[in-house]
């Protein structure tokens, strides 16, 4: 089974990045779909961007498309999401989830991922 553990969130002004960080163990990053989704307080689950580790393709969520990059390093068996130009809107937890049949393209859900991390809280405010 799949263990999923995010890291990088923190507090940060609007206008400031970070990085998050989902490590994987339990099975081969190459052979899964990894997802970020956020969470805020009294809203649904959003998808933010995915990216399909067998060939690396990547694919965005209209609203964090120029602002959020999404990136795999396997031989550390994990997936980055760097953030940039942060606004308070994007305070929220944010989590990484994992797929091994999955290929993300065009419309992908929470309910497609498998496995789940349990999040890392990303607040942004002055």
């Known amino acids: 089974q799949v263990q999923l553990v995010e890291s990088g969130g923190g507090f940060v002004q609007p206008g400031g990045s970070l990085r998050l960080s989902c490590t994987i163990s339990?099975?081969?990053?190459?052979?899964?779909?990894i997802g970020w989704f956020r969470q805020a307080p009294g809203k649904e689950r959003e998808g933010l961007s995915c990216i399909n580790s067998s060939d690396g393709s990547t694919d965005y969520a209209d609203s964090v498309k120029s602002r959020f990059t999404i990136s795999r390093d396997t031989a550390n068996a994990s997936v980055y999401l760097q953030m940039n130009s942060l606004k308070p809107e994007d305070t929220a937890k944010y989590y990484c989830?994992?797929?091994?049949?999955?290929?993300?393209?065009?419309?992908?859900?929470?309910?497609?991922?498998?496995?789940w991390g349990q999040g890392t809280q990303v607040t942004v405010s002055s």
């Open positions: 989830a994992a797929d091994p049949d999955l290929y993300c393209s065009g419309t992908w859900r929470a309910t497609d991922f498998r496995s």
């Open positions: 339990g099975s081969t990053l190459e052979y899964h779909a």
